[in-house]
């Protein structure tokens, strides 16, 4: 079945570095990609998505780019800030199908 | 809209109790899920809704759980009799499928503590 792998957490960086966490998918179509932030003690919001080959999703400093030869939905920031500090899950879907998730990335942000 | 609203947003109870979680999706979406999150399993899919109809309850984790979507407002997950392993952060969320895949809306969850 569909599935996405993500990288490894925690992550910890320094206010100001740039940030990738790396997203791998398998899935038999051309599903829509997704990454997805939740803060402390909260739900998940959508962050970003791309619904097709080479379309860039991007919205507050991040970015994604859905890259079918290589099934990858990295996202990626400049330059980091405090306030960047969550959990982060990369997500697929396709069709009427239910959004399958990444184990999710906790990152920390150090000022 | 108001987004997708949870309630209770803490729940406390003892062992044994029945536990029944409250969930209303946004107006005019079509599909509803139920997810369980915890530290050591991470996020987790229980069942999934399409025009109230159950669709994929696999991850329903043992006969205790039940889901129900009586209307398209308004769905409950219960737990009967709950354990201490129960606990979780439970989410509801609601998406509209069918002319694209769109991205799915989340509520604010609701804590589930079993003592």
């Known amino acids: 079945g569909d599935s996405v792998t993500q990288m490894e957490g925690p992550v910890t960086l320094s206010e100001e570095a740039f940030l990738t966490i790396n997203c791998t998918y398998t899935?038999?179509?051309?599903?829509?990609l997704f990454w997805y932030v939740q803060y402390p003690g909260e739900g998940l919001q959508l962050l970003l998505k791309?619904?097709?080959?080479?379309d860039k999703g991007s919205n507050k400093g991040f970015e994604a780019t859905y890259r079918k030869e290589t099934t990858s939905f990295h996202l990626e920031k400049g330059s980091v800030q405090v306030s960047d500090s969550a959990v982060y899950f990369c997500?697929?879907?396709?069709?009427?199908?239910?959004?399958?998730f990444g184990q999710g990335t906790r990152l920390t942000i150090n000022p | 809209d108001a987004g997708v609203i949870q309630s209770p947003r803490h729940e406390v109870t003892e062992m044994g109790q029945e536990v029944t979680l409250r969930c209303k999706p946004i107006?005019?979406?079509?599909?509803l899920f139920w997810y369980r999150q915890t530290m050591m399993r991470g996020l987790e899919l229980l069942i999934y809704?399409?025009?109230?109809?159950?669709?994929?309850d696999s991850g329903m984790p043992e006969d205790r759980f039940s889901a129900k979507m009586p209307n398209a407002s308004f769905s409950t997950l219960k737990i009967q009799p709950s354990e201490p392993r129960d606990s979780a952060v439970y989410f509801c969320?609601?998406?509209?499928?069918?002319?694209?895949?769109?991205?799915?809306?989340f509520g604010q969850g609701t804590r589930l503590t079993v003592v």
């Open positions: 809704f399409n025009n109230n109809v159950p669709i994929d």
């Open positions: 791309a619904t097709k080959a080479d």
């Open positions: 969320a609601s998406s509209l499928q069918g002319k694209g895949n769109t991205e799915a809306f």
């Open positions: 107006s005019g979406h079509n599909s």
């Open positions: 899935a038999t179509g051309y599903p829509s």
């Open positions: 997500a697929l879907v396709q069709g009427a199908q239910k959004l399958v």
